[in-house]
């Protein structure tokens, strides 16, 4: 379990937004639209990030330095132009990693009051409400 | 530049229209994102296209306008020296875009009366045009009134969440104010920040005040027209009313029923103005009353020292229902009927003497300014309803 010291833990609890998008650059470095993309396939469609709250929290986040940016190219699955990448900081990873056990703690507590027995994945509506 | 793509038109004019739209951003969010936050839209708008078509466009664009209001108005907040630069950058465009819509319609542009091109003429044909659909002058009014309102709502509230987060803020100022004292440039720039990182922005109710006056006085003109002082005759009024239609609406032929409900507009009818002032004075005082928050009490039976931007924010907001008082006896609707002014601030005498009531009810102490209130503001009432 990570340590959850006075330097990550002032960060904690981390916006959706801003968890899934630390979540996303976790997996490697992206683009702007590459972690909407990443963040709608890995909740099935139901969190979908607006260009508007995207780089609000990108903003935010490279302001106080979990994230960082990671020079201009093209992406060869779009179109030629070129797009600004995005990467995780160390702090980022260990904000990232105390948000997760901080979630994994609240799992494990609903867990035991038996709040998770058959349910369907339901989560809060995304962007596009689908 | 595209990959061998087939480019819809509906895409690429899509594209341009969101990216004008980006100018809700405050500028510099602007400069350093603005792009990429196109280029994703675009990129998305893209890949709904060609997988839902046009239905699936429509969609992302509903999203989008969501989208972009919360997180413009979010920056925005953030932003709160731009906003006043913003609002006056959007009167323009107002501006322009009637002053256009009035060249298009009527072919010739007189700059003679620019308060009755700009704010008079089109509330009053707003008027008319709802009044053609609801076939009733006051319930148009009312259905003016309310969806004006409405429109101003969100900024209330925004005006209420910050005076309660500033309520809620006041040990961690105290605690800036001891930490800089003799720093007077550091604490301002420490509690600006605080106020940013929670989202205060220190646009005042007063705007909102501003806001109101031109329609106000709009209405007041359109009630002019309708029901001029001197007494001329229907078929005059009539002609006098769809002279000042623009040339989609549709023009009247009779004089409209100024009865509603029990009252009729064209004489003055205490009861309806009673419950007009009354009740918005005492809306207001109710809407922010701090009896629900501890410092309040806190403050009252120990005396201690609240934070002085905390006590300028209750004064002025105990000194708006009076403000508007006066505002809308000097422009508005209210000129007519101003025989009755004593009710106004009898209501608010009230309104602030339950609040001080239950105030210290809670905390288990007696108010000697309640009585005093109380006492003052009803028969202040009574004598302005009975007038």
């Known amino acids: 379990m990570a340590q959850v010291g006075g330097d990550v ?19 490697g470095e992206r683009h702007g639209y590459g972690i909407m993309q990443e963040v709608s396939a890995s909740t099935e469609g139901q969190m979908r990030l607006g260009p508007g709250t995207l780089y609000r929290s990108i903003k935010q986040l490279l302001e106080v330095g979990l994230i960082t940016e990671a020079g201009q190219r ?43 027995e058959g349910l369907s994945g339901e989560t809060r509506p995304g962007w596009e409400g689908l | 530049m595209r990959t061998g793509e087939h480019q819809s038109w509906l895409l690429v004019v899509s594209d341009a229209v969101y990216r004008s739209l980006l100018v809700c951003y405050p500028k510099a969010f602007r400069a350093a994102y603005g792009a990429e936050v196109a280029q994703v839209f675009r990129d998305r708008a893209r890949e709904v296209y060609r997988g839902r078509g046009v239905g699936g466009l429509l969609a992302l664009w509903v999203a989008a306008l969501r989208d972009l209001a919360a997180n413009a108005a979010a920056e925005q907040a953030g932003q709160e020296r731009h906003v006043s630069r913003k609002i006056v950058v959007l009167a323009v465009v107002l501006m322009m875009v009637v002053i256009v819509g009035e060249y298009l319609y009527d072919g010739a542009l007189e700059i003679a009366n620019v308060t ?64 800089y004292h003799g720093e007077p440039q550091a604490l301002r720039m420490t509690q600006r920040e605080v106020y940013r990182m929670h989202g205060i922005s220190s646009v005042s109710i007063t705007v909102w005040l501003l806001i109101q006056v ?40 009779t004089l409209p029923d100024m009865h509603f409900l029990w009252t009729n507009l064209v004489t003055p009818d205490p009861l309806a103005h009673l419950a007009h002032r009354g009740g918005g004075a005492y809306v207001h005082c109710a809407a922010y009353r701090d009896e629900d928050s501890p410092q309040a009490c806190a403050g009252h039976s120990h005396s201690v020292r609240r934070d002085e931007a905390g006590h300028q924010h209750d004064a002025v907001h105990r000194a708006v229902p009076y403000a508007l008082h006066l505002l809308d006896v000097c422009l ?43 006492k003052m503001g009803w028969p202040w009432l009574l004598a302005g309803a009975s007038v």
């Open chain 2, 332 to 374: 508005g609707p209210g000129a007519l009927l101003d025989r009755l002014d004593g009710v106004h601030p009898g209501a608010v005498c009230c309104a602030e003497g339950r609040r001080r009531w239950t105030r210290s009810a809670r905390c288990g102490r007696p108010d000697r300014w309640r009585c005093l209130l109380a």
């Open chain 1, 74 to 116: 093209t992406d060869p699955a779009l179109s030629d132009e070129r797009r600004r990448y995005y990467q995780l900081t160390d702090l980022g990873r260990s904000v990232a990693r105390a948000e997760a056990a901080r979630l994994a703690r609240l799992v494990a507590q609903a867990r035991e009051r038996k709040l998770l």
């Open chain 2, 214 to 253: 031109p329609f106000q006085y709009a209405l007041y003109g359109a009630f002019l027209t309708f029901l001029p002082r001197t007494p001329i005759s229907a078929a005059v009024v009539v002609r006098n009313v769809n002279g000042h239609l623009y040339a989609f609406v549709p023009n009247l032929t």
């Open chain 2, 116 to 179: 009755e091109l700009l704010v008079i003429k089109p509330v009053f044909n707003l008027l008319v045009v709802v009044y053609a659909y609801v076939h009733s002058l006051p319930l148009a009014l009312v259905i003016v009134t309310l969806a004006f309102q409405l429109c101003l709502l969100p900024m209330v509230r925004l005006q209420l969440r910050a005076t309660r987060a500033l309520r809620s803020l006041q040990p961690q100022l105290q605690q800036l104010h001891e930490q």
């Open chain 1, 9 to 27: 833990g002032r960060f904690l609890p981390l916006t959706p937004a801003a968890f899934h998008i630390l979540l996303s650059l976790a997996g």
